[in-house]
């Protein structure tokens, strides 16, 4: 176990910040353009799962009783990601539209690019700090989603997400050989749909309407219309047209990485509308070591939902024996879930061996398969 002293130190988190470096390779591609417009992606998805064969895994975990106190340098590092995705985003609007250098094919794959990190880096980083309690960081998250125009996933993962995950009313939870293509389109509408439903619940409990002023939705409306105009008056048509881009990247970056985290893994109906409680097992695992720096051990989560109010740093590496293990990291895997027979041929293998090693007692999936369970009232 990593001691908290050691855990405190600079050094430790030195390696989470890695993903700073990638603000410097986009600016390379404004200024440069050619070939050194597709380095976002190529070094995202193909230099980090290079790395991550030649790393091999971590299996080291810190001390879980570590205070926020001494976690300094990594609260620091998804903080100060908000300003600097900020400038960079509206930065390279306003350049690349009032420059001449780069032809309209360079600035999409540029901005495909961009697109890449906002979705993979910062609505990550925003998942981070809209798990935490202080109103500063939940803001910075909102201020994160507003920038790829996703700011419901607040609501939808942590009043929905949390909750229900593994049962039939999470949208998220890809379903057994159920390919991305059909995934995407209907957590698409599900997700958004469930997040204004779970607000509105939660305004009728207190005896309000959803048209409240307390209700989230009109702030991330509101946030989000001020990033569209901002596009707009510094790039005009074309700016707007690349934010849309970037945005619309992010946000499938994103959706692969939930359709890899729950693919085929449900929790066991126990009947009268319960499930059983979330476990470890209910989540997709990968210990490589370089991702895990790139994504701050996002990839840990089983232990995420297990103990959801965790910061990322003191996440617990759960072994084979307690929970399900990717046969690689996210970046590989996600670039997998994007060719159904592939993704079919490597994962579908482990659901059964899981159900086999979990649930050994049910007979009949199809319920679970085909998310026709009843729909649950409450968790154990």
Partial sequence: ??????????????????????????????????????????????????LDQ???????NADPETLAEDLLWYRALTSLWVPLQFFTLFGMIW?????????????????????????????????????????????????????????????????????????????????????????YPRVLRQSLISAFRAEKARLARKGRRWSDGSNPFWRYWGLQGLMLLLAGLLGGWAGLGLFLLQAGVAVWQLELVNYVEHYGLTRKYLGDGTYEHVLPQHSWNAAQKVSNWLLINLQRHS??????????????????????????????MTVAAMIPPLWRRVMNPRVRHWRAMYYPEITDWTPYTKATNPMPKRSL
Avoid: C
């Fill in 1 to 50: 176990m990593i001691p908290r002293e050691k855990l405190a130190r600079w050094q430790s988190a030195l390696p989470f910040w890695v993903s700073f470096l990638l603000i410097p390779v986009a600016w390379l591609g404004a200024v440069a353009g050619g070939w050194t417009v597709i380095l976002l992606p190529l070094i995202t998805w193909y230099l980090f799962a290079a």
């Fill in 303 to 332: 232990d995420h939902h297990y103990k959801p109010d965790r910061r990322f740093p003191l996440l617990q590496n759960h072994t084979v024996a307690d929970a399900p293990q990717l046969p690689y990291g996210y970046p590989i």
């Fill in 54 to 60: 030649v790393a091999g895994l971590n299996l080291e």
């Fill in 95 to 183: 350049y690349v539209t009032h420059s001449d250098h780069l032809s309209v094919l360079e600035k999409i794959v540029l901005f495909f690019g961009m697109g890449v990190i906002t979705g993979t880096i910062g609505i990550n980083y925003s998942h981070e700090l809209m798990h935490q309690k202080n109103r500063l960081e939940r803001g910075l998250g909102d201020i994160l989603l507003a920038m790829v125009l996703y700011s419901h996933f607040r609501s939808e993962h942590l009043l929905v997400h949390h909750s229900y995950v593994g049962t039939p009313r999470d949208a998220v939870t890809a379903r057994y050989n159920e390919g991305f293509h059909r995934f």
